[in-house]
């Protein structure tokens, strides 16, 4: 069915402080973090979740000439669609 583990060899292993662990793995996912989600793309400016609305608006062909849409429906159809993890981004 799974996989079967093989465990390292002892001499692979190496002895880390959890605290200096800790802190690595932490700076790099906020690196990681700020990098891909809160700084603006260089290419046109935006983030990718004003990339995720601008896309669902064309779905729904709302164009500047068309009536207009509550927010909330634009929102509630990106939230639902290509947002995976909640409404705080939005």
């Known amino acids: 069915m799974g996989k079967t583990l093989i465990p390292p060899e002892p001499a692979d292993i190496q002895e880390v402080a959890l605290r200096d662990a800790l802190e690595e793995r932490y700076l790099a996912y906020a690196l990681s973090t700020i990098m891909h989600r809160a700084l603006p793309d260089a290419r046109d ?15 729904l062909r709302l164009d500047p000439g068309t009536t207009p849409k509550k927010s909330a429906k634009i929102v509630g159809d990106v939230m639902g669609d290509f947002h995976p993890h909640g409404d705080q981004a939005i």
């Not at 400016?45 to 779905?59: A, E, F, S, T």
């Open 45 to 59: 400016g935006l983030k990718p979740v004003h990339r995720r609305i601008l896309y669902g608006m064309r779905l």
